[in-house]
């Protein structure tokens, strides 16, 4: 069973950025695709960017194209979400998962991810 801790949300202006952290702890995600998605009050959990951990394919929303990049560090078990030019809509709790299949080809599926990490908060004011 692999468990998966998120960090590095927090409080910034419109147009700042910050970096997210997805560290997996346990059975290795070597194989897996690892995706990120947030959700706001009130609204569903939405896919925000994956990238498959051996393969470095990356997948990204259409309203997080450009500013948002994800990436990992197979050293470190860890999954990074950069998020630059923030903007007050981008404002969500933020989550990562693992794709329960080692065939990820940019499902964006909440459903097909599993081993969810307790989140991290970002909130851009304007």
């Known amino acids: 069973q692999v468990q998966l801790v998120e960090s590095g949300g927090g409080l910034v202006q419109a147009g700042g950025s910050l970096k997210l952290l997805c560290v997996a702890f346990?059975?290795?995600?070597?194989?897996?695709?690892v995706g990120w998605f947030r959700q706001a009050p009130g609204q569903e959990r939405e896919f925000v960017a994956a990238i498959h951990w051996s393969e470095s394919r990356t997948y990204y929303a259409d309203s997080v194209k450009g500013r948002f990049t994800v990436s990992r560090d197979n050293a470190k078990n860890t999954v990074y979400l950069q998020l630059n030019s923030l903007k007050p809509e981008d404002t969500a709790a933020y989550y990562c998962?693992?794709?329960?299949?080692?065939?990820?080809?940019?499902?964006?599926?909440?459903?097909?991810?599993?081993?969810w990490g307790q989140g991290t908060q970002v909130t851009v004011s304007s």
């Open positions: 998962a693992v794709h329960r299949s080692g065939s990820y080809s940019g499902s964006r599926h909440p459903a097909e991810f599993g081993s």
């Open positions: 346990g059975r290795t995600c070597r194989s897996y695709a």
